[in-house]
């Protein structure tokens, strides 16, 4: 038995053919090796026509249940939102052996939402791969999204090992980087990375949009670099996002919260001129970004 | 007398030869026809050592009063905060006839600080490019930075047409488009589509920073691409920003409140589950990105 002759996995099913999804299953088929077989859910048969037409997967399946028979891997790639439903539906139709896996940018919720519906003998195994794009649904998914990002595997205390390095080998072959990491520890580090930001971005555009007419008008005339960059990340998914916010709740608001503190003592040394702590806050951002840079993911 | 052969204005002088002021430089020598003589002038010996290195200006004055001699347009490229300082040391060595006109991100502050030191028969033309990068210094600026980027002018009433038409003509011919606008309508849309976001993006820098050791490593370690997004405006420079802020307070703090309101309404939505509502505000942030690629400043 050779790995050069068989695939990590005979059958790979993806639920959910959005940018994660569509890119896992074109990635997995330019790099090769990884999956005998792709198979494609998605809810509705619009995006499945659509993954047809685009022919990234190897068979369409419109039945979360048939979709799952046989896969000794099966990959949520569904807004979070949907996680409990779907793995009611797949958790009786999930093959002996199998790893259940996900791409969701929340942990605890999907262990809260999934965990429950698995069964004895299927190892569960969430994961969350930090890539994505601004844009959405299976056009938007590309071979190389996830080369050289971090994907999180957050398997629960005694999961089998060699699941999770079989899990861990798949998202190294799609090309990122694998840390394994705690459910709780994630979902804080992610609100302030992600969730925060993509909060505040919504919101600005939603406060210029509230703007009188006039000025809403020259706001989107004379939009400069810094609401350019929020607008694009503002222009992500509704659904997925709804999602990870109510899904992420705790550690989002707790997120909300000191950074509300830190804007308004901000405002106030606008206010009072307080030229020393301005300049000390953007001095900080520049480090930051020095950091990142120096990180390599910038 | 043909323009071919005559070029715009005589002699240029640039007080400041950061991002703006170099790139001024530069493009006014590729395009062309624009400025006879630019003369270059900065507060600090290195960055006049650095322009002369570059080979970016015709002539370098580390006297800010001799820079301006003779020179029938002069702009003040420093940050605003240095404006009130910079017009009264030039205001008496300004030539009869020459245009002063400025890049600052405020303008009613630039009115209330320079507008003082203008002597009889200068010209006091405001001005705006809404260009940058989140790079500053000499080295930063490119000839190509205004093409296709607004530049507003906002001259007081009763300033003469036909030196309004050649200031416009300038920034026309380094590749702007020109809009003639309020000074206290510009403050207010610039504080929400420029400084309020920069405003938050150094906060949210802040608020990371602050977090746990063990967090923040992971902060930079994982960091998706929202928050590489805020870090990059965060990367802007310190003296410039803290001087925007300080000169368009009470535009940055009405939209940092309103902004504010949104933000708590956001986690209220978010605490008690209201679907619909954090939906809705994700819609209108896609909508105005999609105004916005229609408008082709995307």
Redesign the interface.
Known sequence: MNLSTRPLFARVALLGMGLIGSSIARAARVRGGLAGEIVAHAKTGRTLARVAELGIADRIESDATLAVQGADCVILCAPVGAYAELAATIGPHLAPGAILSDVGSTKQSVIRDVGPHVPPGVHFIPAHP?A???YSGPDAGFAELFENR?C?LTPPPGTDANCVARLEQFWRGLGSMV?I?DPA?HD???A????????????????????ADE?RQ???????????????????D??M??DV??NN?EA??E??????E???A??RA??W?D?AY??D????????????IE?K??
């Not at 925060?196 to 703007?211: E, K, M, Q, R, V």
């Not at 989107?220 to 694009?232: I, K, N, P, W």
Request: aromatic share 8%; hydrophobic share 45%.
């Open positions: 930090l994505g794009t601004e971090w999180l840390s990491t520890h804080r580090v992610l302030i990375v992600s969730h925060l930001p993509h909060l505040l971005a919504f919101t600005i555009c939603g406060t210029a949009d509230d703007l000025t020259e706001v989107l005339q004379f939009a400069a670099t810094g609401f350019r960059d929020f607008t694009r990340i503002a222009a992500s509704p659904t996002w709804r916010f109510l709740r989002l608001l997120m909300l919260a000191r950074f509300t830190d804007a308004q901000m405002a606008v206010r001129g030229e301005i300049e806050k953007i001095r900080r951002g520049r480090k930051i970004r020095q950091s990142l990180l993911q910038a």
